[in-house]
């Protein structure tokens, strides 16, 4: 068996100037490995250029540098492949899947020789309308909020987490917070009506830290999804922290908790969804539990068990 080769995909602009990937190019070149670095320059490079590295069948670590957009597009080219394994060097501008090994994770998964000496983890992928996701699928006010943050990016000192405090504010005041749509599972779920916020969760974190279900597990073959019907701004405003922080069991009248495996939701008209960064539009949609997996690795001392080790492959 050929030795495993360890490729780095990275955006040459990543960090003010560059100054990521430089740094992350210095710590590449010192690595004692068989290492080789593919340069994205647009949108879908990513995906196209992880596909066309792991077509040979032979043993590969991909090290998608930059944020869950970037981990997205190669979870999207190579889940399901046995001889392929991912993970996720930070230098983007949103990383929330990384945030389930715990509040150093980001320091940690920049340590490139701890990343390469990592063990693997075989993690459940959900399927959204055929676009995959490691972490979390959104589709209401908080899908849309994030939808629209790019609009604000491109205000004059408007950077970050303005750009989506602006987007927040923007949904909740003037737009709406609920739209029409009905949901239904196999476990019996049916609901149609005015709905707030439908958050399905494979992954902890999304929207830059909020952490509706703080025991979800990325490889217990089960999705756990929290449904918000219709609510006022008054309530909304005065729930969203403890929806942020996985308070979801203290408000039963507010928001519905459910588990499974698979959710159909539809309206009359188009939807926006978000799975892990990706915006998605249509008026009908169905997210399973995809029958890929996709091998992650992880610095050792790291674990994404909120309360005990990680078990590895």
Known sequence: MSPIRHLFILNPSAGKNGQAAQELMAQIESLPLNTAVRFTKKRGDAERIAREESADGQPLRIYACGGDGTLNDVVNAVAGLSHVAVTNVPVGTGNDFLKLFGPNAKERFRDLAALAAGPEALLDVIDCNG????????????????????RFKRLPLVRGMGAYVLSLLDNVLFRGINRPMRVETPEGLWYEGETAILCICNGRYYGGGFMPVPDAMPDDGVLDMLLVPKVDRFNFLRLVGAYGKGRYRRYPQYIQDYHGQSVTFSSSQDIVVVVDGEVLRAPSFTVSLSPKKLRFFFPEDLSYAPNSGTPAL
Do not use: K, N, Q, T
């Open 131 to 150: 676009r995959l996701g490691l972490d979390i699928v959104c589709a209401g006010v908080d899908a849309r909020v994030a939808a629209d943050v790019h």
